[in-house]
Every structure is written in structure tokens, then in C-alpha cells.
């Protein structure tokens, strides 16, 4: 089969194959790779995936953009290793469901992408000389599910940057109780900086040395094992002939970019709600027309969507024919009509996420974390203005054990905790600090990979 290749969003960059887009993250014009020619479910293949487990719908999904670059056998394995836990599509009511995407092993729907790329990665580095270095800022749980997803993979090293102040104690010691490949550095700042030292990093000719990658959900492995879970939510509950609406919580849109992803590939998509906390950039600039990063960030209940301008949305201009460059400038309005069309945007405040999380409770025994809760929120918005929709799913992200202060708070009871994230409770945390400094970070790269 043909070899599929990868442009920039930046427009100023060569194509290149899939294993390139992956090693590198982002393009050398800082733009961000997508496919070019996105590829089609085959006639009544969606049907045929209705009844699969979601390994072979993740093959079959998967398969379509690795071709030339993994053997299906070696597909196949990856498929079936990254994802030996359950993906449940819990039923609400006669058209509401919500999808847990939560029981990985750092219980976040960021497993799905960080255990295929660790794999992936694993893949195109076995028999390469010297170290690769991931280097990945998190708001909260990109950093544990990369940690995790490439912890013990040879010839890779993974530094961490998190702001301590704005995350969990239990997404804190996913990232610092692993050791071995991976450094887990606490940056006294707010996640913005964090991913604002990431950045100057890879731009920085003078870490030519050290051979640096992202794995942020900037990387093009970020994105594509996030199209699975759509279709297999879409054949599941609507045979891949119903349209779904999907309503999924958003901060640096790259879950929703997968369900983008997923309808241009042919799934039956009827709309895809986005909902952010009060970083709204993306719901005013659906409303205005205009794009207006938030800088800083607002520190919301929901803190993994604490992004005030998020990177995959200039992916999501470019899928509308528009140009968003990395500084958030508009370079080419895209194409609002059908923008509007398949995507709608809501925010919500961290009261009315509160709040949502007692009513689902209340009214459905649906138990919610924040970041749940405001993509649930988004859907009973979006279900009353749009009261004739048959099959609707939210997303939640992240197991409610990760919150368990605020759920007791709101609920009365703490969820039960998960064997993975009970597990990390006991062990030892190894974490280094450093200021929003890029002098002290770069030495602090130099000294240990250099
Ligand atoms: C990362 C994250 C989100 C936001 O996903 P994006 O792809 O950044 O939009 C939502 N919820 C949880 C729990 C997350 O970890």
C-alpha cells in the first residue's frame, strides 16, 4: 500500500512519512503535521466493525495511516498490548451515553494515544543508536500517561514538566514515582510556562546535540489512536449508519481533533460539541469570528483544560481551509459556515461544573469528574437547543478517583479507587524544581543527556 504523507499546518515545510512526522512532533516551520488526503472507510466496512473488540477496531482505524510504516502484524500486537482494558460506553438514558475512556493505567483518556505512541516510538527506535529525549509539558495528565506510556521503552529518555501548584497529589505521583527513564521536573509557574521553556527548547540550535522530541498532543501519535474511540462508540451504538453527536471536554483540542478526524475519514457525525472551562477562546471565537488567545491561562476545577490557546486548534482552522500560525495569529480565515456546522462550543464556569456533577448524580446515578462534567454540561445545552438528536455520547476523560476531594465535596462519598492509581499511594516521589527559567532548563538538559 502507498505510504501516506504528513503536511505542515504552517504551509512552509516538506511532507514527510508518517515515522518522521512521529519522531519530529512538530514541523521545522513550527507548524503542526496532519495527513494530507485523509483517508475513507471502505462501503459497509463501519458496519462490519460493530461488533469487533476495540483492538481490531483500532487495527482497522489505525491501519489506514501506518500502512508503509508498521507491518498489519505488527499493528495488530500493538493494538492488542495498548489497549487490555475496558472501554465502557455507559447508557444514560434512551439516547445519552457517556463514554469512560478512564481505565488505563494512569486512568485519563490520554492512555489511548501515549500507550500506542510508546509503542509506536518503541517500533521505529529499536535498533537506533543513542538516546531520544521526550520532552512534554502537562497541565495533568499528558505528563503521567506519557511518563507511563513510555517508561522502560529502550533507547528513549522522558523529562516532565509540570506546575506543581496546579496539579493533583495523584496526577503528581503518576509522574514522580516511576524513575528509571523517566524525570519528572516541577516549574514554579503555571502550565503556560512550562510549555512555553518546551517550546523555546526545540527551538534552541544550540540543543542540537541532544536529539529532543515532543510528545505533546502536538505530535501527529497524539492524534490519530484518538479517531478509535469515536468509531467505536459510532458502530457500537449507531451500527456506523446513525449520526452521533459527541460532546467532548476541551482544552487543547486534541480529543475533539480525533472526532474530527474520525468524520472526514466517512463516520457518521452529526455535530461534535466542544466544551471548554473559562479558558473560551474557542466557543467566542465560534460566536465573533475572531480569535483571541487567553494569556495566562485561567486555573479552572478542570485543570488538565487549563489552556488558553491551544495548540491542535490551528489543526482544526487548517481542516476548514484556514491558517492559524503558532503565535495565534489568523492568517486565513476558514471557512465559519461549515465550521459552525460541525462543531458547536459552550464554556462553563467552575460552579456550574460543580453543580453538574451533584445533578448528573442526582438525576441519572452518573458519576462525573470535572472535566466529564463539563462536556455533560456541554451535551444538555446542546440537546436543548437541538431537541430532535437520536444518539448522543460524552466523553469523560478521566477516572473520578483523580478528584476525589472535590466528588466527597459535592457528593458525599469518594469513588473507589483504581488498582493503577491505588498502586502509586505507597512508593517513593523523585521529582526535580526549577524557576520559569529557559537558562536553568537548558542546563539542566545539557547536564543529563548530553
Ligand atoms: C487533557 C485532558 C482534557 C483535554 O483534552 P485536549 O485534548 O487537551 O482537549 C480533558 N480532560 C482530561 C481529564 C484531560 O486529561
Redesign the pocket.
Known amino acids: 500500500m502507498e505510504q501516506m504523507s504528513y503536511a505542515s499546518t504552517n504551509r512552509q515545510a516538506p511532507e514527510v512519512t508518517l515515522a518522521e512526522a512521529l519522531l519530529r512532533g512538530q514541523a521545522p516551520d513550527r507548524g503542526l503535521y496532519l495527513p494530507v488526503g485523509i483517508p475513507r472507510f471502505a462501503p459497509g466496512e463501519l458496519a462490519s466493525l460493530s461488533d469487533k473488540p476495540y483492538p481490531e477496531v483500532a487495527a482497522a482505524v489505525l491501519g489506514k495511516f501506518t500502512a508503509g510504516t508498521f507491518a498489519p502484524d505488527e499493528l495488530d500486537a500493538m493494538c492488542r498490548s495498548a489497549y487490555d482494558y475496558e472501554v465502557p460506553l455507559e447508557r444514560v438514558d434512551d439516547r445519552r451515553h457517556v463514554m469512560r475512556l478512564d481505565r488505563g493505567p494512569t486512568a485519563?483518556?490520554?492512555d489511548f494515544a501515549g500507550r500506542m505512541m510508546g509503542r509506536m516510538f518503541g517500533a521505529l527506535r529499536r535498533n537506533a543508536a543513542g538516546r531520544l529525549v521526550i520532552l512534554t509539558a502537562t497541565s495533568?495528565?499528558?505528563g503521567s500517561a506519557v511518563a507511563h506510556a513510555f517508561y522502560r521503552i529502550p533507547n528513549v529518555e522522558v523529562m516532565v514538566l509540570f506546575p506543581p501548584a496546579e496539579v493533583s497529589a495523584r496526577q503528581r505521583k503518576q509522574m514522580t514515582t516511576l524513575g528509571g527513564n523517566i524525570t519528572a521536573v516541577g516549574v514554579d509557574g503555571k502550565f503556560d510556562d512550562c510549555q512555553a521553556l518546551v517550546k523555546q527548547a526545540f527551538a534552541d540550535e544550540s540543543l542540537r546535540g541532544v536529539e529532543l522530541t515532543s510528545a505533546n498532543?502536538i505530535n501527529i501519535g497524539r492524534l490519530l489512536p484518538q479517531i478509535v474511540y469515536y468509531v467505536y462508540a459510532a458502530v457500537r451504538l449507531g451500527g456506523g449508519v446513525a449520526p452521533v453527536v459527541f460532546s467532548v471536554?476541551?482544552?487543547?483540542?486534541?480529543?475533539?481533533m480525533g472526532a474530527l478526524l474520525a468524520s472526514r475519514m466517512g463516520l457518521p457525525v452529526e455535530r461534535i460539541v466542544v466544551a471548554t472551562n473559562a479558558n473560551d477562546e474557542v466557543p467566542r471565537f465560534l460566536q465573533t469570528g475572531e480569535y483571541h488567545k487567553i494569556v495566562p491561562s485561567k486555573s479552572c476545577l478542570?485543570n488538565?483544560?487549563n489552556?488558553g490557546h491551544p495548540s491542535n486548534f490551528a489543526r482544526v482552522i487548517a481542516l476548514f481551509g484556514g491558517w492559524l500560525d503558532e503565535a495565534g495569529t489568523l492568517r486565513q480565515a476558514p471557512d465559519m459556515g461549515r465550521l459552525r456546522q460541525e462543531i458547536w462550543a459552550t464554556s462553563a464556569g467552575d460552579e456550574e461544573t460543580r453543580a453538574t456533577i451533584q445533578r448528573a448524580w442526582r438525576e441519572h446515578k452518573l458519576l462525573l469528574e470535572p472535566?466529564g462534567a463539563v462536556g455533560w454540561l456541554g451535551l444538555e445545552r446542546y440537546l436543548r437547543e437541538h431537541p430532535t438528536v437520536a444518539v448522543a455520547v460524552s466523553v469523560e476523560?478521566?477516572h473520578p478517583a483523580k478528584f476525589p476531594e472535590e466528588v466527597e465535596r459535592l457528593l458525599g462519598f469518594a469513588p473507589e479507587v483504581p488498582e493503577s492509581l491505588a498502586a502509586v499511594e505507597a512508593k517513593p516521589e523523585e521529582c526535580l524544581r526549577l524557576p520559569a527559567d529557559y537558562d536553568e532548563f537548558r542546563k539542566l538538559l545539557l547536564d543529563k543527556y548530553s
Open positions: 485519563s483518556f490520554k495533568g495528565d499528558t498532543s471536554p476541551s482544552g487543547n483540542f486534541g480529543d475533539m478542570s488538565a483544560m489552556v472535566h476523560t478521566a
